[in-house]
């Protein structure tokens, strides 16, 4: 029976950590991250779990802690969020790249600079290219059931890369929110026992993690890589259909929101996407017909499904929280953009760089949003595709 509770993000992040009981977990405080493992080392205290907490002089030596763990065959996680996760940034391409089931709960904050501790996307999309898997969760509900999954999704035979599982910093990392919880015994039972097939503590199978890689083989790695990462599409599928036999909720690679006779629509990631649901909810009521769709997993990239999704749409905004300085907008409205070229779809599409830095999104600023698109429906004229939303003069 599921368990009703009042938690912050951070609080219930750990909490899937307690349950899953994993084996190591290295990690260094930052803000605002540092509550998961904070809540995490009481739970080792109190004797609640069987893992190893170490405690690292920085984000570095966390992931270096964590590669080690995990090459030697220990089931190993972490915590961290914005100039933590970019001191990492060596050993993540390290973890992918020896194919290593590490699970990180990413609390997304700005990078500096100038130093900021608030909310945007520029420290997970920041790592988009390393080779994590990345899901990202709307509410504290979904941080939860999304990190319960992860384990499940990073071990799967076809897969064995590290993932990342990201929520917004303070927005819902501090925020206290009504969840609902699985009992410890069915988590437990739902993530099973960690038996890797490879690893540097089998006395009967000899192997190096982590070698120089020669020019003769590099590639054939990285293409190795790069399948595991499409197969990771599937299993993520797969895993989400047992997780909602067990708690009846579902999940997919992203929700469609009142999509299906959309003729403008944004697509968005995290926490904004509730005040944009608000804000589709209100246009409806007067008769508009607006949409969105809310990205879950980000790597791998759902392309295909996404031009699928938004074939019907005459006009789309993309919403990035953080920016790409590429002058053309955001990393994700880069992808949206290509899925719809590849699939040679004819919507009128503009980025939006929005809410960085923790800038606030109201109801009224979606709206904006909408209310541009509709512009470019009736004049036909896209004009400028790169845009700030609720930028002061």
């Known amino acids: 029976m599921a368990i009703r509770e009042r938690l912050s993000g951070n609080e219930a992040v750990a909490i899937a950590m307690r349950q899953i009981n994993p084996d190591v977990m290295a990690a260094f405080p930052i803000t605002p991250s540092t509550e998961i493992p904070q809540y995490f080392s009481t739970f080792v205290a109190n004797g609640q779990v069987d893992t190893e907490f170490v405690p690292v002089e920085s984000e570095h030596s966390a992931m270096s802690a964590c590669v080690g763990s995990e090459a030697a065959g220990a089931r190993t996680l972490t915590a961290t969020s914005s100039c933590g996760l970019a001191l990492m940034w060596e050993e993540l391409y390290i973890a992918a790249s020896c194919r290593l089931p590490i699970a990180l709960a ?3 904050r700005a990078l500096s600079g100038p130093i900021n501790i608030n909310c945007d996307h520029s420290d997970s999309m920041g790592a988009r290219d390393s080779g994590w898997i990345q899901i990202y969760s709307e509410n504290n509900q979904e941080a939860y059931d999304n990190f319960v999954q992860a384990f499940r999704i990073a071990e799967h035979k076809d897969v064995r890369l590290p993932i990342m599982i990201c929520q917004d910093g303070f927005i819902t990392s501090h925020a206290v929110e009504n969840i609902s919880l699985l009992e410890d015994d069915v988590v437990k039972n739902f993530v099973g026992e960690y038996n890797p097939e490879e690893y540097l503590l089998n006395q009967d199978h000899s ?9 003769a083989y590099y590639m054939e790695h990285k293409k190795q890589q790069a399948v595991a990462m499409e197969n990771a599409k599937q299993v993520i599928l797969d895993i989400a259909a047992e997780f909602e036999k067990i708690s009846g909720r579902k999940y997919g690679l992203f929700e469609t929101y009142k999509l299906d006779d ?4 944004l697509v968005i990631i995290n926490s904004a996407a509730g005040t944009a649901k608000d804000a589709v909810d209100k246009l409806r009521a007067e008769g508009k017909k607006v949409g969105l769709l809310k990205i879950r997993v980000f790597r791998p990239f759902p392309a295909e499904e996404i031009a699928e999704a938004l074939k019907n749409v005459k006009a789309i905004a993309v919403m990035d929280r953080c920016e790409g300085f590429s002058s053309q907008g955001g990393p994700l409205g880069a992808e949206v953009k290509s899925a719809l070229y590849t699939a040679g779809a004819t919507s009128k599409v503009v980025d939006y760089v929005y809410g960085i830095g923790g800038r606030d999104v109201r109801v009224e600023n979606i709206e904006e949003v909408y209310n541009a698109l509709f512009d470019i429906l ?11 939303l609720s930028l002061r003069d």
């Open 262 to 265: 959309a003729e403008c629509a």
């Open 106 to 108: 990413c609390v997304n």
């Open 207 to 215: 192997m190096a993690v982590g070698p120089y890689d020669i020019p």
């Open 378 to 388: 009736e004049t036909g004229n896209v004009g400028e595709t790169y845009r700030y």
